[in-house]
């Protein structure tokens, strides 16, 4: 999600590729925030805490239905974000056909697991009129937790989720995941693909240093410690 002065950078869907149409929201943009969709299934769990581990996320969204309470997997992923120390925050979505006694459920539900002695968070549910910034400003500490109820077809809740979004700071001065542009180059690579007429291409993290265009970089260790380039 891009966004200028604080408003949303919406792309021009017409007749535009999908990289065209993220081109267009960086060039336009001054803060860009990267939102890592992650599963919820308990298939694929592994997978949820590679994206909570290898990709060093600064906050966690932890996504509940209205209409189904809380899970035994939300618990589970709420679980992995308080033992990762990765500051939360709660949507909760389909408020527009949840029963009234579900509702209320699984709002005492939240609150009871994220008071409790293992969480030690202070749930907040977030107003209309609400200063988002203060919960954002905050959320850097992992002193609050805040809540947020929405639904998509009514858009009830939803400027002021987007507008909390485009709050939020990186954590990395209070954490120093990354070292500076300056440093060496340190990429870390988590997956290998290879792309029709293109050929291999790594993904992962950049840690520290810059990568320009055509810069030749040492590749290693391998399993024998070996760095090649």
């Not at 290898?54 to 809380?70: F, Q, R, S, T």
């Not at 919960?135 to 507008?163: E, H, M, W, Y």
């Amino acid at each position: 999600m891009g966004f200028k002065e604080g408003k949303q950078v919406e792309p021009q869907r017409v007749n535009e590729k999908k990289n065209n149409l993220w081109s267009q929201v960086i060039k336009e943009s001054d803060k860009v925030i990267t939102i890592i969709d992650l599963c919820g299934h308990e298939t694929y769990l592994k997978t949820t805490i590679f994206g909570l581990t290898g990709l060093m996320p600064d906050y966690a969204a932890i996504i509940v239905g209205a209409n189904m309470g809380v899970q035994r997997m939300t618990k589970e992923h709420l679980g992995i974000a308080l033992a990762l120390k990765i500051p939360i925050f709660i949507i909760i979505t389909k408020v527009d056909i949840a029963p009234d006694d579900v509702y209320k459920q699984t709002m005492d539900n939240l609150m009871k697991i994220l008071k409790s002695p293992a969480a030690q968070k202070m749930p907040v549910l977030v107003k209309e009129n609400d200063d988002t910034a203060i919960f954002a400003d905050n959320l850097v500490c992992d002193r609050i937790c805040p809540i947020f109820v929405v639904s998509s077809v009514k858009g009830s809740g939803i400027n002021q989720l987007r507008t909390f979004i485009s709050k939020l700071t990186s954590r990395n001065q209070q954490v120093k995941m990354f070292k500076p542009s300056t440093d060496k180059v340190e990429f870390v690579i988590d997956s290998v693909f290879n792309v029709n007429t293109v050929g291999i291409v790594a993904s992962g993290t950049l840690m520290a240093g810059k990568v320009d265009v055509k810069q030749i970089l040492m590749l290693g260790p391998d399993i024998k410690g070996t760095i090649v380039y």
